[in-house]
């Protein structure tokens, strides 16, 4: 599904083969085809049961998936301009680690504490 | 059916026994008392039978203090969310069996038989109780999750969720003032006269709150994602959908909450795009699910109601699997960021089928839990001529694929694999534990089998309502969206437009008070304690001197502290005789 350049070929799983990409491009587009055909069939059998005038339109509910998903990514990854910060913006780096949920933590002073003594 | 246990005890109260029971017993008897605390509440819920369509069945009823109390009320609405409490509460204890630690399995139960509590409550004063309950029994399970990053994230959990306990508090106050009853019925936002009421506004506030409204609702994403893998699970279960089982019963058919719902499905969307942590991901996503409950609650049609509580019901199975393989994930590895994770499929094959289940469920494929209950919110609000609603609804259901559906499973399983043995130099990671494996099998069965077979779930919806989920234009018009959604993706990411994980933080409205808020608090700490000061030590320089003129006159060196020496006593007695001779002598 992705690509490994710095992988060895045997650690590559079938999902990662050249092939199997291939054949999921195949079969999504060919599933794509095949529910605008039909819907466009159960318009003309008059079997859709259109609410408003916009949905109409035997494909509309896919125009509707393609140019959301669409809009979402390329819209919202401009958010990162406005609201990324660095890692521990807030708490510090110490809330960024990995951490055992198992482990006994120990109690730790919190900032307002130490401001006081400050 | 006959009574398992006295009808005046509540189904809660049995879990909230067993949790406190397990906060003393050894790991084992922990797991046993879980199990054995869900399986009586769930038989006891069960033997009071379920009520007939808008009938009530009323139990543990007294009066005191002028009060009518309803301690439990079993009707349609509140049966089916005690029910799935009681499931979410058994994948808890099983999800947890050895990685729950005394605090989170005690707190998890009681957890839990709050919520339950809460959903069979009949009047508001026995509700509050249940929802201060079940603030302070999570909030342990926030803290369990170690660290100072959890123990802050506690305390901002903490403080608004006890605000929405006052909020209620003084909304029941306010009703109450109004002359109506305890019992807990729907409100209006409006009084006779077309004034404001006030206590119907509280108490909306009150369980906006907790059902994480629009600037509400950083609580959520703040706190979840910092509890354990097992909390975590425990977290996305309850306050949530205890909320939204409130708003139904309270403010069903109210006008706002369509857009307010509308609003929750849609800003998560981006906010899940751009985050790192998959488990935060997983908490926006739990905050787009809301916003479809809210919405059908809103809207408040029989289909939309019943739409709302079968989506409450199906959501907290396939969103407890997708924290529970995102747990599985964070035991063996250690994080839930994207930019850690990849390729994990490879040696966590069942927790990536278990995934991918809970990921097509969330996205409402066919066949799947999601489906059969969203479609009924979204044909709801297409009944009732809401263009605008609808096509929010929409938009949100391509945004639940793009971060629940894709991204969830994509980064963790798949996309770049970072566990490569002749990457990192070390044996992959091993499969999720036995009884996570169990858990979220489970949970995948039932996401399935509601999917496949959704005339049980329908069977306990709370209203009458004619609805076929599996009609052919049903199904071709939700294939048409998901595929050309996806086909959306796999193109974005052929053409390298997908935007990479990015080790960050991103902000959300609570930098408000995480930073203005907290330099804001900490000036007005600083000043009270500078004018205290002032105060303070102009009081002790007034006591002080006045202390010290009174020392001087007083004290052992004052004038009027001196021995009087004889000469000096002499010398007064000779003035007095002197002063006595002249007034005598003037006098005659």
């Known amino acids: 599904m992705s ?6 070929d045997d650690e590559r799983s079938v999902f990662e083969r050249p092939g199997t990409i291939k054949l999921i491009w195949i079969v999504l587009i060919a599933g794509c085809v095949a529910f605008a055909a039909a819907g466009f069939w159960l318009a003309a059998e008059h079997m859709m049961h259109p609410h408003f005038e916009i949905d109409k339109f035997p494909a509309f509910y896919a125009v509707v998936g393609f140019v959301s998903f669409a809009f979402i990514v390329l819209a919202g990854q401009h958010l990162r301009r406005i609201l990324m910060r660095p890692e521990g913006y807030y708490d510090g780096a110490e809330a960024e680690l990995p951490r055992n949920p198992v482990a006994e933590d120990e109690v730790v002073v919190t900032d307002m504490d130490t401001e006081d003594e400050a | 059916m006959t009574q398992l246990l006295p009808a005046a005890f509540s189904p809660g109260l049995v ?7 397990a906060a003393l017993a050894p790991r084992m008897g ?3 008392l879980g199990v054995a605390g869900v399986a009586i509440g769930f038989i006891h819920l069960l033997s009071y039978g379920n009520a007939p369509v808008g009938e009530a069945l009323h139990f543990a009823q007294s009066s005191a203090m002028g009060f009518e109390f309803t301690g439990i009320r079993i009707d349609r609405l509140s049966v089916i969310f005690a029910i799935i409490f009681h499931i979410a509460a058994m994948l808890n204890v099983i999800y947890g069996w050895q990685h729950a630690t005394r605090i989170e399995a005690s707190m998890g139960l009681i957890y839990a038989g709050a919520a339950i509590g809460g959903a069979l409550a009949g009047d508001l004063l026995t509700l509050f109780v249940y929802w201060e309950l079940a603030a302070l029994s999570s909030v342990f399970i926030v803290w369990a999750g170690g660290g100072h990053a959890a123990f802050k994230a506690g305390m901002r959990y903490l403080v608004i969720q006890v605000s929405s306990g006052l909020l209620l508090l003084a909304g029941i106050a306010v009703h109450i003032g109004q002359g109506n009853g305890i019992a807990f019925e729907a409100f209006s936002l409006t009084q006779a006269d077309g004034s404001a009421n006030a206590a119907a506004w509280l108490i ?12 509400l609702h950083t609580w959520l994403q703040d706190s979840y994602p910092k509890a354990s893998a097992v909390g975590a699970v425990m977290l996305s279960a309850f306050t949530t959908k205890l909320a939204v089982y409130t708003l139904a ?11 307010i719902g509308a609003a929750m499905t849609a800003f998560p969307v981006f906010f899940a795009l751009i985050e790192n942590d998959l488990r935060r991901v997983l908490a926006y996503s739990l905050n787009n699910q809301l916003g479809f409950m809210v919405c059908a609650i809103g809207i408040g049609t029989p289909l939309a109601l019943n ?4 989506h409450a019901f199906v959501h907290i199975i396939y969103k407890a699997l997708l924290f529970m393989s995102m747990g599985a994930v964070m035991v063996r590895v250690g994080t839930t960021k994207a930019t850690e994770l990849g390729g994990l499929h490879k040696s966590m094959p069942w927790t990536t089928v278990f995934c991918i289940v809970g990921a097509m469920s969330i996205s409402a494929f066919p066949l799947f839990s999601g489906f059969v209950a969203k479609s009924m919110i979204t044909l709801a609000a297409a009944e009732a001529h809401l263009l605008f609603a609808y096509l929010v609804l929409l938009f949100a259901s391509a945004g639940v694929l793009e971060h629940s559906g894709i991204k969830i499973p994509y980064f963790a399983f798949f ?15 091993k499969e999720a534990p036995a009884p996570m494996m169990i858990a979220m099998g489970i949970a995948a069965f039932l996401c399935v089998g509601i999917g496949i077979q959704p005339q049980y779930l329908f069977a306990l919806l709370p209203f009458e309502a004619e609805y076929h989920a599996y009609t052919l234009d049903h199904v071709v018009t939700q294939m048409q969206l998901l595929l050309f959604a996806i086909l959306a993706f796999a193109l974005l990411v052929k053409f390298r437009l997908y935007p990479a994980e990015i080790r960050s933080t991103n902000l959300d409205v609570d930098w408000f008070w995480r930073v203005p808020g907290r330099i804001g608090l900490m000036a007005a700490v600083r000043g009270t304690a500078a004018g205290w000061r002032r105060i303070w030590g102009g009081l002790r320089r007034l006591a002080g001197g006045t202390v010290r003129s009174l020392y001087a006159t007083h004290g052992p060196e004052g004038g009027l502290a001196r021995t009087w020496p004889v000469g000096y006593t002499a010398l007064t007695t000779a003035v007095v005789l002197a002063v006595a001779l002249l007034a005598v002598f003037f006098a005659r």
Do not use: M, Q, W, Y
């Not at chain 1, 690509?3 to 060895?8: A, G, L, N, V």
């Not at chain 2, 996309?415 to 070390?426: E, I, K, L, M, Y």
């Open chain 1, 3 to 8: 690509e490994h350049p710095h992988i060895r």
């Open chain 2, 415 to 429: 996309a770049h694999d970072n566990f490569a043995p002749s990457v990192t130099g070390r044996a992959r990671p």
């Open chain 2, 204 to 215: 909306l506030v009150s369980f906006g709150i907790k059902a994480a409204f629009p600037f």
């Open chain 2, 307 to 310: 739409g709302a509580a079968a």
């Open chain 2, 30 to 32: 922990r797991n046993l």
């Open chain 2, 249 to 259: 019963r309270g403010f069903a058919g109210t006008d706002i909450l369509i857009p």
């Open chain 2, 15 to 21: 879990l909230i026994v067993a949790g406190i029971l």
